[in-house]
């Protein structure tokens, strides 16, 4: 017979309740492991890039047949789940779209149609859902087609797109444009115009990328887009940069040091920019466009729902 002393140990009902503590602070444990490791995870991170590829040359040392693979692995490389281009050809963007199977692309020619420059939006399918599309031209009539008002002779527009992130249900608006090059009034109305209809978005979280031929922070177009807090530069706001004062035009000569950063990733909402990169990359030595890729990786944090 065993001691009595130790009779509560071999108590069924005794033994049953402590596997059950052991079960529960376990159970406790693993769920804490799993939140702490989802805290840490960047699944829920959005890389936005914006790209300026350049129009297909036929011949010569930055023809497009010489470029299609630099500038598909420099795509390669950064990964984005979202991108705008700009100038991209029809030819070309199916170019990159055969190369990149992961992408489907949306976008106009801004001749009308599919004549002329895109202003394509590629979106990695197996993470976003495109919800609608929009195009309109910067001008003072934008729903037509290839219009122009403010004395630019080469047609610009607008190519939007709402998403939805299969990953975290977040929609969000994805615009992406092409300023003018050459009058600076056209680039004001373009930004005056943008703004006024991105005012209208009823959306939590609008991403507007492109190639605004004119240098950040230091201009009237600048302030139309940003100021009041309207859109948050991701450059400033990064938490890391990468590739301070890099020109983001090259010319297919060099990489500019102290230049102008006319290639931007402006933003709307609650968002946390983790890195912002000027993306300088050559493979082979040799010039993807004449510009340089902007790549912003971001979480969209919708804002906590208020108590009733």
């Not at 950064?78 to 992961?102: C, R, S």
């Not at 004395?151 to 527009?157: A, D, K, L, S």
């Not at 990953?167 to 943008?194: K, M, Y």
């Amino acid at each position: 017979m065993k001691p009595a002393a130790n009779a509560a140990m071999y108590d069924p009902t005794t033994m049953k309740r402590f596997i059950q503590q052991i079960s529960l602070a376990w159970s406790a444990c693993l769920l804490s492991c799993i939140a702490a490791n989802a805290a840490e995870s960047p699944t829920n991170e959005l890389c936005v890039a914006t790209y300026n590829i350049r129009y297909a040359s036929p011949t010569g040392a930055n023809a497009w047949p010489e470029r299609r693979p630099l500038v598909c692995d420099v795509i390669r490389a950064m990964n984005p789940d979202v991108m705008g281009t700009q100038e991209g050809l029809l030819p070309q963007l199916n170019d990159i779209a055969e190369a990149l199977p992961q992408y489907h692309w949306i976008g106009a020619g801004r001749d009308g149609g599919m004549n002329g420059e895109f202003m394509a939006v590629f979106y990695r399918t197996n993470r976003l859902q495109p919800l609608s599309t929009n195009h309109y031209w910067l001008s003072d009539t934008p729903e037509v087609p290839a219009s122009t008002s403010w004395g630019n002779r080469t047609r610009r527009m607008v190519t939007s797109v709402a998403f939805r992130d299969r990953q975290t249900g977040i929609t969000f608006d994805f615009v992406n444009t092409h300023f003018d090059h050459e009058v600076p009034v056209a680039r004001v109305r373009s930004a005056q115009l943008i703004r006024e209809r991105l005012g209208k978005v009823n959306s939590p979280f609008v991403l507007l990328v492109g190639d605004f031929n004119t240098n950040a922070e230091s201009n009237p177009v600048y302030d139309a887009l940003t100021g009041e807090g309207f859109l948050k530069d991701t450059w400033t706001e990064a938490a890391k940069r990468i590739g301070e004062g890099i020109a983001t035009f090259n010319g297919f000569q060099a990489i500019r040091t102290n230049g102008a950063r006319i290639d931007w990733i402006l933003t709307r909402g609650n968002v946390r920019v983790d890195s912002t990169e000027i993306v300088t990359t050559r493979p082979d030595g040799k010039w993807p466009s004449d510009h340089f890729p902007v790549v912003s990786r971001m979480v969209l944090m919708p804002s906590p729902a208020k108590a009733e």
